[in-house]
């Protein structure tokens, strides 16, 4: 039976193995904990290989996993033991590649932790529900980009952040007029 390619995961860990950003398509791993225990040996099976230049594909416990180093950053993609590889490594580097345009090139955990809420939009724009939507990092960081500065957008569908500058914009008129 043909379907379309899935993803399982993508995660953004830290050198260390510790979550940045992660979000889960799959119901392989049903609690938090499993999730975290995947996490720490998909890093500790990966941490020794130089995947700093182009991305390493990995099978793991009965998943493919396409991954790639950057500072003290490292992204994942997880597919099922039967996905393209090609398509997981696409949907790899149009993540990277976004997270390199919205960070400025400043791809590290400090960077990444204080636009956060960028990052989470751009693994929406990618993948929803398991199926990828878009790969190409620039498309993805341009629509992250109008999403965090459309003040207009109603209150329920903007971030936390984003609802913040809007009420902060909007004291700021009304304290001005």
């Not at 997880?78 to 993540?95: D, K, P, R, S, V």
Request: glycine letters at 6%; aromatic letters at 8%.
């Amino acid at each position: 039976m043909e379907s379309c390619p899935s993803i399982k995961n993508i995660l953004l860990l830290d050198s260390e193995g510790k979550r940045v950003a992660v979000k889960y398509y799959s119901d392989e791993w049903p609690t938090n904990s499993a999730k975290e225990s995947f996490e720490k040996a998909v890093f500790s099976k990966t941490q020794k290989s130089n995947a700093r230049t182009e991305a390493e594909i990995a099978m793991f416990e009965n998943n493919i996993v396409v991954y790639k180093f950057v500072q003290d950053l490292h992204f994942f993609v997880t597919g099922g033991e039967y996905e393209n590889e090609l398509i997981l490594a696409t949907a790899l580097q149009g993540f990277f590649d976004a997270v390199g345009l919205l960070l400025r090139g400043h791809v590290e955990k400090k960077e990444a932790l204080e636009n956060l809420d960028l990052i989470l939009l751009c693994l929406d724009e990618i993948v929803d529900g398991g199926i990828v939507l878009e790969t190409d990092g620039n498309v993805i960081a341009g629509k992250v980009a109008t999403q965090s500065i459309d003040s207009s957008a109603p209150l329920s569908e903007q971030t936390i952040s984003q609802a913040l500058a809007t009420a902060r914009e909007h004291l700021t008129r009304s304290l001005l007029t």
